[in-house]
């Protein structure tokens, strides 16, 4: 089946630790996004990437890294740099030519 | 002022009703518009998508855009228990493709 694949679902992680996490997708879409939900907050928008080997920051970057060397995965890393990371990361792509946007399940990061 | 304007709720409703849904927002340049569903602990599942302004129906859900009014609405007929999640509407201009989220609605439908 097509979709979006986010790995782990949850994670925790010690303080000045950093952690990657995985998005998969195989539905051969060019842009891929990154996103952070917190409690009574909208999404938020940390990276995005419109093709292989380019990518943006968006609102929240400080504190984040990410990657784009192949169509199909787009792996965030929080790093010991951010200073709140415990939150809901969601992943998302968008079809080329529409404006829908597809989200995965979510990784939940807790710092302890 | 917010560019995306959604009530969070608590909204609560007996089965069978039919619930109405909003957001509000500034920027006249959105040209796509989005109502997703959200369970708790999952990802946002896309429900209805729309393009530029009209109404779009799929089985019980119906969206409707008014650029006129700058303001978006999603209906839901004969509401079920299994409809109980967070409502999120969001919106993006064409080219730029960044998307602007609501914070969400909260919809409980009781038996």
């Known amino acids: 089946d097509g979709g979006i694949t986010q790995s782990p679902k949850y994670l925790f992680r010690k303080e000045g630790q950093n952690v990657t996490l995985s998005c998969e997708q195989n539905?051969?879409?060019?842009?891929m996004y990154w996103y952070r939900q917190d409690p009574g907050q909208g999404l938020r928008l940390i990276y995005y990437?419109?093709?292989?080997?380019?990518?943006q920051k968006g609102d929240i970057a400080e504190g984040y890294s990410v990657s784009r060397e192949k169509k199909e995965s787009f792996p965030l890393t929080v790093t010991s740099a951010q200073k709140n990371p415990t939150a809901f990361y969601l992943c998302?792509?968008?079809?080329?030519?529409?404006?829908?946007?597809?989200f995965g399940e979510g990784s939940r990061l807790t710092v302890l | 002022q917010k560019e995306v304007e959604q009530d969070p709720g608590p909204l609560s409703v007996p089965e069978g009703a039919i619930v109405s849904l909003n957001c509000t927002y500034s920027?006249?340049?959105?040209?796509?518009f989005m109502w997703y569903r959200q369970y708790s602990r999952k990802g946002p599942e896309l429900l209805m998508y729309?393009?530029?302004?009209g109404n779009k129906e799929d089985g019980r859900f119906t969206a409707q855009v008014d650029k006129s009014s700058k303001y978006i609405s999603l209906f839901i007929r004969d509401s079920q228990p299994s409809d109980s999640a967070t409502y999120l509407c969001?919106?993006?201009?064409?080219?730029?493709?960044?998307?602007?989220f609501g914070t969400g609605t909260r919809l409980k439908v009781l038996a």
């Open positions: 998302a792509s968008r079809v080329a030519g529409t404006g829908e946007l597809f």
């Open positions: 539905l051969n879409h060019d842009a």
């Open positions: 990437s419109q093709i292989v080997n380019d990518f």
């Open positions: 920027n006249s340049a959105f040209q796509y």
């Open positions: 729309t393009y530029s302004s």
């Open positions: 969001a919106m993006a201009t064409s080219g730029t493709y960044k998307y602007i």
